[in-house]
């Protein structure tokens, strides 16, 4: 049986490691969303999993609880979360053929601290009342002065946004990704806030005409009666980098902790995660892209078009976080115009 724990149960996972076969995770995603690859796995395994969820500070636990830590496997979204679990020293080096045959190079840690499972896109929301098809081709483009007033983006501070500025960096470098971000925030509609869904929200409403979002949203929004009539008002442009470069994408992903007391399960885990049959349920549940590329992408996000990921290692995009964090509050992006 899969227990669920709270965070202010995690620390009795101590006490449980010997009496059975099991997992312990800390999970930046939401149990619901993370139950069905959990139920999989114990079926296939008989090994329990227990999950605490952390939506904030979870590095922060790791290294408080040191050598202690009953956790075995940090699971969380975004590259800069990832890379900064690693640099934090609360991850250990995985070194196992089965992940790295599974996992694209451009989609794990080269020294194999973290691996990704799935992806996401992060696109343009368009209208399909104002915004042609074809009229959004690069994130170059979003700067160009035909867009003045038309718009919405969540603030550039996130870490979805600073993601973008800092493949924007990676190809173009820090003064063009510069003068790009002013132009940028000289065409938004109206101050950054609130989420990517209330970007859509705010098209729907006709208070812009685009905005920057994450893929999976637009599931998210489906799946929610009262967003359903925003979802439909748009649809999913996919831009490039104008250099030859492909769609930004971004990764969910898995890591050993650096005490795993449940090392050898938790391997089991993680080589279960990147099998074909995981990566499609865990994709489907999420409505991201598999990480392995042979899995089967769901009916709902192939839906949304094809496009080609750009090939940028998400090891370079985390590399220029700083920078990116340092542009946006350089212009004041967060201000609106």
Known sequence: MIRTVTLALAGSLLATTAIAEEVNIYSYRQPELIQPILDAFT????ITTNVAYIDKGLVERLQAEGARSPADIIMTV???RLA???DAGVTQAVDDEALK??????????????????TRARIVYASKERVAEGEVTTYEDLADPKWKGRICTRPGTHDYNLGLIGAMIAHNGVEATEEWLQGVKANLAQKPEGNDRAQVKAIWAGQCDISLGNTYYMGAMLDDPEQVEWA????????????GGGTHVNLSGVAMTASAPNRDAALKFM????SPEAQAIYAAEVDEYPARPDAMTSERVASWGEFTPDDLELTEIAAHRAEALQLVERVDFDAGN
């Open 43 to 46: 079926e296939e395994t008989g």
């Open 271 to 274: 080589e279960f995660l990147v």
């Open 232 to 243: 439909n008002s748009v649809r999913i442009d996919f831009p490039t980098f104008e250099n």
């Open 84 to 86: 900064a679990a690693k």
């Open 101 to 118: 045959a599974a996992v694209p190079a451009n989609l794990r840690d080269d020294e194999g601290h973290w691996y990704g499972l799935t």
């Open 78 to 80: 975004d590259i800069s």
